[in-house]
């Protein structure tokens, strides 16, 4: 399966086998759940371990959740780079990136919801908002500010490219057996993955081309 | 301000002041904790009443909840119709309909972070996902089944068009104050709003028009 496929190279599994199953647990429950209904003993309980094994990796849920949240974004910033570094120039490069963001995401649908509910929180949860998502920011503004520079691009604003443009991902992968039957997807389906890939080439050459 | 005679004109009271103050506070507390965090001791405290003066009116934090859902897609639909009603044409009516969404959303960030935690939840609360939400689906659809059947839109899926376009608009709203000093802006200031909403129109044309 393809999307398994690339589950394996989007994660980057460190140390012990526990840990890991802990972490892989604890992204599907912060997925499901939300931080604030997620219990250790649910994270637990899915690993087939008890809570005091979780205490003797991650002290606490914040730290769990931190560390989930932070493979995310090094994950998800790992997968760019390998795809990038393979498209020369900016149009070319920025059409990578909305790639690799929308295959790590169908790949990894708790890391969509996760993201999607860290957007939907009023206040940033820890001092430092962009702690784990600014290699992930760093990534879209770099690509545009390099097509701005060039001449390639308009003067298109980065926080509206990834607003009105690279959140589409975020919504294809969560929205898909949310709204009834009728409307349900299989968004890694190849020929709906393709076309939700072409819409989003279309919007992001209509979002920076000039005129 | 512009934000509050929108706000004002997207509300829909009814009943009395006291249930309409819960309503308001309500939607403000499930908007920053989310469902399962919230609590009815958090919305009495916002209201200045006790809890059991809550329960008078909803038997519980589902109902509340379900409530404030209801009267946010209401009102949603009912500044769509206003809006839509005055444009001809299969485009128009669409940028129309995307352009009362954005208003809507901006006026009421509570409604746009409720949303947005709706579509990060892994599955439906209830036992129909889109008893409160299908009115906002069926107006995208309509107006894009229009498009197609006078042969102003290329064969486009509503569903693309509502993940990979409209809901820029969420993001637009939710992300204002989550990505650090550097990267904040006011989604209701004119030139910020008008600078996103010329991108929406954008991508809603390059989406939808053939070739």
Redesign the interface.
Known sequence: MVAEAIRQVARQPRGDATRQSILDAAEKVF????Y??ARLEDVAQAVGIRRPSIVYYFPGKQQLYDQVEADIFASMHEFVLKRVKHAEGPMAQLLALLDAWLDFLVARPTAA?II?????????RGD???RF??TA?RDIETVISMGIADGTFRQ??A??M????A??A???V??A????EG?S?DPADPAELA??RA??H??A???VLPG
Not at 162 to 165: A, D, F, Q
């Open positions: 997925a499901d759940l939300g604030a209904a919801r999607q509910r860290l957007v939907a929180d009023f206040a940033p430092n908002p962009v998502s600014e920011l298109v604003s926080m509206h990834l607003n009105g443009v959140g589409g975020l919504f294809y969560c929205n057996a949310q709204l009834g409307r997807y076309g939700f819409l989003i279309k919007l050459k209509a979002a």
